[in-house]
């Protein structure tokens, strides 16, 4: 997870070849409470995604799950992402 041109860019590679959704979630620390911020499907297809945010002025974790169907394959994070300096 990055700041990209004022926007936020979440990007994933070398998941589980079997994955069919990655979930994106986000806290204000690192130990939650996580809100779900993106589920994508079919994440084989891309390696990111890039969000427009009205967030980029507050420190947040990330983490991301990389699933099949509804079973949790493996989880990433929490990343830390700090406030884009203005």
Do not use: C
């Not at 806290?27 to 809100?35: I, K, M």
């Not at 002025?57 to 994070?77: D, F, H, I, R, W």
Request: charged content about 20%; hydrophobic content about 35%.
């Amino acid at each position: 997870v990055d700041h990209v041109n004022q926007n936020i860019e979440i990007g994933w590679q070398a998941i589980p070849k079997e994955t069919d959704t990655v979930i994106i979630y986000r806290a204000a620390s690192q130990s939650g409470s996580w809100t779900e911020l993106l589920r994508q499907a079919n994440p084989l297809l891309s390696y990111s995604i890039r969000l427009l945010d009205n967030t980029l002025s507050t420190p947040q974790y990330y983490k991301m799950q990389a699933k099949k169907e509804n079973t949790e394959l493996v989880s990433y994070g929490p990343v830390f992402l700090p406030a884009l300096a203005e």
